[in-house]
């Protein structure tokens, strides 16, 4: 059983909102750091948000104010809150599990990756 799998992924329009989940299993979530990072066609993986085990957060400039991450450690399950999308959200969105307390923006530090989940946003 894949560790993080996630889902909530869709076709919107501009302006709409969605929220994506990733369960994870096979462990105790809650000790852990929790990222999203996104890949859009043509491009590198990019830091989205993350969370730690004290519910700090910290984001990418570019989705501040519009995204929230929050996790329920009691359904071992991360979301990601997003709105007011934009046509430059669409990217295939993961979650990646760190097993250190310390939140990272490189995705090579992070252990655990889902499948993914495509997000399209039209204009």
């Known amino acids: 059983q894949a560790p993080l799998v996630e889902s909530g992924g869709g076709l919107l329009q501009a302006g709409d909102s969605l929220r994506l989940s990733c369960a994870a299993s096979?462990?105790?979530?809650?000790?852990?750091?929790m990222a999203w990072f996104r890949q859009a066609p043509g491009k590198e993986r990019e830091f989205v948000a993350a969370?730690?085990?004290?519910?700090?957060?910290h984001y990418a400039d570019s989705v501040k104010g519009r995204f929230t991450i929050s996790r329920d450690s009691a359904k071992n399950t991360l979301y990601l809150q997003m709105n007011s999308l934009k046509p430059d959200d669409t990217a295939v969105y993961y979650c990646?599990?760190?097993?250190?307390?310390?939140?990272?923006?490189?995705?090579?530090?992070?252990?655990?990756w889902g499948q993914g989940t495509q997000v399209t946003v039209s204009s």
């Open positions: 990646a599990l760190r097993l250190t307390p310390v939140i990272t923006t490189l995705d090579r530090n992070y252990d655990y």
């Open positions: 096979g462990r105790t979530f809650g000790r852990y750091v």
């Open positions: 969370i730690n085990l004290l519910e700090l957060t």
